[in-house]
């Protein structure tokens, strides 16, 4: 069994559900340890994070990532254990094998390879390392982003090894993500009998017009790199249970996927105008989980489509769909930041898994732009 291999299956037999990290990043602290990495564990609030450098000099180069996983589910579902992992027609089965313990295991064994070919290497190595990822993540990589920044220790380039690809490895790099700005509002009506309505204020009849016009609105018209910002109900509901009462308050959760274009605040007041417009009383509590990011074209970006050409022999297109990932936090600081790993078709699911090809790609190139970058 190849380094990669061995690796990924030893951290995938740990049931680390998140928060839980079940020894993972000691695992790899131990190999990073052997290479000459300085090893700092970071923790906050039961959440273990790991950082590790080697070297000290610039640029700094970060390979981020998460040890947690979800939980595996209903285990029918599952043809073998989720925490056993199997090796089945050319795929490694099990949770996390995809998001993202079989991309850790290539970035390990890809920076070990590096560092023996380059072990007087150019400007400085770093893992970032949190089990809080598929959790709320505010004691995770947001933390150590923020002792970092108060010790003034700054990244240049980071590769989240989040599942980026859509039919094969190297298709698709992620070099940017949408922001997530979730709203919660509270229209607050009357309570009275169904009968008698002039006695009454109901929040729906009250607030109609104003949630059409939300859901009509065009926020922005998109970019060369986001498509236009999408505004989402996600949860409505009023009602006392019985079928003869007004009730006095409507509930509405939304939530906004928005690019560089908008911020939370210019969001917040058109959300607000659009509102007043309808002269009912609400309340309005907003919830960030993270402002857009975009890392254009430059240093990093062509390092990383030069590697993948060079290993995987495509040219990958850029690409900012998705969800949020940890490079939410890694951003602010002015780092460049790129996600690259396996093929996006599993993850989260009953018998998730991974090419165990790609993995051993995956690493060559974690190898190769290590070198372009540091070399």
């Not at 981020?64 to 073998?80: F, I, K, M, S």
């Not at 074209?297 to 900012?320: C, F």
């Not at 699911?349 to 540091?374: G, K, Y």
Request: aromatic share 6%.
């Amino acid at each position: 069994m190849s380094p990669t291999l061995e690796l990924a299956f030893d951290l995938i037999r740990r049931p680390s559900v998140t928060p839980e990290d079940r020894g993972c990043q000691t695992c790899i602290a131990e190999r990073l340890a052997a290479l000459g990495f300085r090893i700092e564990w970071m923790s906050v609030g039961g959440v273990t994070n790991l950082w590790a450098r080697r070297g000290s000099a610039g640029p700094l180069l970060c390979f981020a990532g998460h040890t947690d996983v979800v939980p595996a589910g209903p285990l029918d579902q599952w043809d073998t254990d989720p925490f056993d992992p199997v090796i089945r027609d050319g795929r490694l089965y099990g949770r996390g094998a995809c998001d993202m313990k079989g991309s850790l295991a290539a970035m390990v064994v890809g920076v070990e390879a590096f560092v023996k070919s380059h072990p007087e290497h150019g400007g400085s190595l770093a893992f970032l390392i949190t089990s809080d990822e598929e959790g709320p993540a505010r004691h995770g990589t947001r933390a150590v982003m923020e002792q970092l920044g108060a010790r003034g220790e700054r990244i240049d380039y980071a590769l989240v090894g989040e599942p980026s690809c859509r039919t094969r490895l190297g298709d698709t790099i992620k070099n940017g993500r949408r922001g997530s700005l979730n709203g919660d509002l509270s229209v607050l009506g009357k309570q009275g009998h169904v009968a008698y309505p002039d006695k009454a204020l109901n929040p729906f009849h009250a607030s109609a017009e104003a949630l059409a016009a939300l859901c009509a609105e065009r926020w922005d018209a998109g970019s060369e790199h986001f498509p236009p910002t999408s505004f989402q109900i996600a949860n409505l509901n009023m009602g006392t249970g019985a079928d003869n009462v007004i009730p006095d308050r409507l509930r509405a959760q939304f939530n906004f996927r928005f690019s560089t274009a908008l911020d939370a605040a210019t969001l917040d007041r058109r959300v607000r105008a659009i509102l007043d417009r309808g002269g009912f009383d609400y309340q309005l509590d907003w919830r960030l989980s993270g402002e857009p990011f975009l890392t254009p074209s430059g240093v990093l970006v062509d390092a990383m489509r030069a590697a993948i050409r060079a290993e995987a022999g495509i040219e990958p297109e850029l690409s900012t769909s998705g969800g949020t990932s940890d490079g939410r936090f890694i951003a602010p600081s002015g780092a460049q930041v790129v996600e690259f790993g396996p093929v996006n078709d599993s993850i989260h699911q009953a018998n998730e898994w991974v090419e165990v090809e790609a993995l051993e790609q995956l690493a060559r190139i974690h190898t190769d732009l290590s070198r372009r970058l540091l070399g």
